[in-house]
């Protein structure tokens, strides 16, 4: 092989990272699974868990006791007919379990869960809805009422594309409305820029619709976006294209900053070490081996960020 197709072999391989990741969990509940098994244990076990040891270091502790918020919850489904829940029902629930989050460190995520919660790393890098307490108790259940006692349907939900809107949204409509305007300083958003059948950002999305209105423009300085590519598949869009061009605008119309940023270094590298084998990554692997062509790091500038390598090799 000579070393300018082994070069631009390795460099290709630094390419482009992916993920097929999970659609948002709350969009896609089991439809034909009824409530979880044992609910109202399952809450306010995570609940009194959660109290005592999670995210001690980084986010408020709530006054309301575990079983008020289980009240709370549990009053705005149960006993009514599974769609009939209004958006607002979760209202007095997000207001006892709401927490002020840390500046700078919000980060939403669209159409790409796995991704955003492994570099988010429980709230280590970026904290998630999913990390806070509204989010945490809530999160992977599904729950629907009945109108017979007793007042929860533990044999099927409908499928949320099956109610009104609103009552298929409103938990995590509420929730996200929640999160979003308790961020403050910088936000940052994760978007899958290689999704070839869902743009990248979607004004319909649970960040378009509830999250971006909710942010306090006098408290939020910047919508910092990470567009996330999946290793080996084409880059449907990239920032400043497609609908990354759309939600700049959208972002900007609420008077915010707006910066994105395709595959960060720290992204990348979590891609690839999920899948060290792929393509994209065997650099790493050929640097760690040893077996570089030491030319290779001269030419190539290796001091340069893998996306600068790229732009200038040849591609196969
Ligand atoms: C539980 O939900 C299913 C599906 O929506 C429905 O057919 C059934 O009648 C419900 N059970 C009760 C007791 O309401
Ligand atoms: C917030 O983002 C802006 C980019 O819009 C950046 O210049 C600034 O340093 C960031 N501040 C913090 C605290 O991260
Ligand atoms: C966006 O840019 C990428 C990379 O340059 C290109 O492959 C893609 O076709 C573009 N997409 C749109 C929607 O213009």
Known sequence: MSTRTEMGLLASSILVCLIVQL??????????????????AVFEGRCWDYD????????PRIDADCNVLWDKFSQAFSFRAPCAVKLSSYEEFMSLAKQSLP??????????FSLAHRYSENGARFITLEDTMIGYLA????????????GINY????????????????FWAGASATFASQATGNVTLMVDGSDPNKPAYRRSSFFGKYELPNLAISKVQSV???????????????CGNGSL???????TARGLSFTCEDDPDAVLHLL???DPASRECQLATAHQAGSLPSNLLETAGFNQKPADMLSQTVVY
């Open 23 to 40: 659609v948002r969990s709350q969009e896609d509940p089991n439809s034909n699974k009824g409530t979880t098994d044992n609910i109202k």
């Open 52 to 59: 005592v040891t999670k995210y001690n270091d980084l986010l």
């Open 103 to 112: 500046a700078n460190k919000v980060m939403f995520w669209s159409g790409i």
């Open 139 to 150: 999160n992977s259940l599904t729950w629907c009422g009945q109108e017979s006692p007793p």
């Open 155 to 170: 044999s099927s939900c409908p499928d949320w594309s099956d109610c009104p809107t609103e009552a298929s949204e409103s």
């Open 224 to 238: 910092n976006v990470i567009v996330a590519h999946a290793l080996d598949k084409p880059k449907i869009e990239v």
């Open 245 to 251: 061009a759309l939600l700049k605008k959208d972002v």
């Open 272 to 274: 690839c070490s999920d």
